[in-house]
């Protein structure tokens, strides 16, 4: 690679979100880059004008600021590149690498179909090739493509691959409409920005001989090619909607940690040794390509949340009531006591695998409980008043309420009462929580402090006597 700077870049449509295969291609490409202290550009390509759309492109910057994949130039769009892709058209124009064709839509349709008709390749015949057309309404411009010979690369993670030069049409290059193909824009961009290492999924290949072409014509610098394996479900079929999220900020939305999303996708089609679980600094110090295998990667929804529950596990008190408050927002409550969060979150997180979950599974501390029928009509029995009401005496009078304090009172309460805890267990955490699964009953307590525990004992006591 001598000392030449590596220049990488994503290249997304703003025609969807940004889905799992993108978001892959995004980290190689990052993780290449911030591991060889290279440059990571971002490049919108919205040249599909129907169904490109503003939204999508904010979703999809949204979406690489989550996951944490800054870029060092951009994003440039595609759109605002007109007068340099025809500069690059003229070139080849005069160069006499490129050439007007007038053929008509119904002309080549025929041509193909009589082509299909023989059990020939439907490509065009090159009738405008050597006529000197000039320009003309509904003419294109196409590349002269070699005749013969082969045109050769090797792929970083494939191995060679070559493809004959005739079985590679002379590709159109511009539009009838004035505007340019793909491959010719993306060439264009790549060589204009500098970019020598270009790493893409391999359903990009067939258009890899296609754009080294047009780099041969141009005479400029043919980028390093490194093709990703696919991406699978765990049926071995490619990934989509019926594996469940596909979508980046479907992710976000579910709780899933940024961090532990990096992860997974750094394990679709990539490896270092038997590790599994992976820092992002320990991404950018060990990514290599030479660890990038041919085979498809296989993404399992279940094993993405069963590691995020193990982030979650591990994660700082404070980091964690963080990452849980904007979900207790998108569940209606703004604005809650950060201190209490913490505690709440503290009490959820062994037993929680996304942030969604431990926020709903949290919402007892923050609203109004309302009791589950069935446990209501089960554990909150009249039988209880007088023992309920005892309870709540000694915990209206308690000095201090920490765990280890609580501990002391239901200590001395139960030995007065000669009953064991499992008693009054179910019946105090459904008047405390509505449910009859929750944290332990001590830091529950702890977390919603002695006023609240005293106001939801006192109207169970009082539900439970107007029953």
Not at 105 to 130: Q, S, W
Not at 191 to 210: E, K, Q, W, Y
Request: charge should be neutral; include cysteine.
């Amino acid at each position: 690679m001598n000392n030449e700077q590596i220049i990488t870049r994503f290249p997304p449509s703003p025609t969807g979100t940004l889905h799992i295969g993108g978001a892959r291609t995004a980290l190689f490409n990052w993780l290449f880059a911030r591991h060889n202290n290279g440059k990571f550009i971002l490049r919108i390509e919205d040249t599909d004008r129907v169904r490109s759309t503003e939204k999508d492109t904010e979703v999809i910057i949204e979406s690489m600021k989550w996951l944490g994949l800054d870029w060092d130039e951009g994003p440039y769009f595609q759109s605002h590149r007109a007068k340099i892709y025809d500069e690059y058209v003229q070139e080849l124009l005069s160069t006499g690498n490129a050439y007007y064709c007038h053929c008509s839509k119904e002309e080549l349709d025929k041509k193909r179909a009589d082509a299909k008709e023989k059990g020939l390749k439907p490509k065009y015949d090159g009738k405008c090739r050597n006529l000197g057309l000039g320009n003309a309404p509904g003419a294109v411009v196409r590349l002269k493509s070699p005749l013969s010979g082969i045109t050769t690369f090797k792929d970083l993670v494939k191995g060679v691959i070559s493809i004959d030069n005739n079985e590679l049409d002379d590709l159109i290059l511009k539009r009838s409409d004035g505007s340019v193909t793909y491959n010719m824009a993306v060439v264009v961009d790549d060589s204009s920005m500098g970019i020598n290492f270009v790493i893409r999924g391999d359903d990009h290949i067939n258009n890899t001989p296609r754009q080294i072409l047009i780099y041969k014509a141009l005479d400029k610098p043919i980028p390093r090619y490194a093709h990703l394996p696919m991406i699978l479900g765990p049926d071995k079929k490619p990934l989509s909607k019926r594996h469940g999220a596909t979508s980046v900020l479907a992710f976000k939305e579910m709780g899933i940690l940024p961090e532990v999303l990096l992860n997974s996708l750094a394990r679709l089609g990539w490896s270092y040794g038997d590790q599994e679980k992976f820092s992002t600094h320990e991404l950018v110090e060990l990514f290599s390509l030479d660890h990038v295998g041919k085979a498809s990667g296989i993404f399992n929804l279940e094993k993405l949340i069963d590691l995020n529950s193990k982030y979650i596990m591990e994660m700082d008190n404070d980091k964690l009531a963080d990452s849980m408050l904007p979900f207790l927002e998108t569940l209606g409550h703004s604005n809650p006591n950060r201190e209490k969060v913490k505690g709440a979150a503290i009490t959820l997180q062994k037993r929680s695998k996304t942030l969604l979950e431990m926020a709903k599974d949290s919402l007892f501390y923050f609203t109004e409980i309302t009791y589950d029928k069935a446990a209501d009509e089960k554990f909150l029995t009249t039988d209880l008043i007088d023992i309920l009401e005892d309870l709540l005496t000694d915990l209206q009078g308690a000095m201090d309420f920490s765990i280890g304090e609580l501990e002391k009172i239901f200590l001395e309460f139960l030995e007065k009462h000669q009953i064991k805890l499992k008693k009054i267990a179910q019946p105090l955490r459904l008047a405390l929580t509505g449910k009859t699964f929750s944290p332990g009953i001590f830091e529950i307590m702890e977390v919603l402090g002695q006023k609240m525990v005293v106001k939801r004992l006192s109207d169970a006591i009082s539900h439970i006597k107007n029953k």
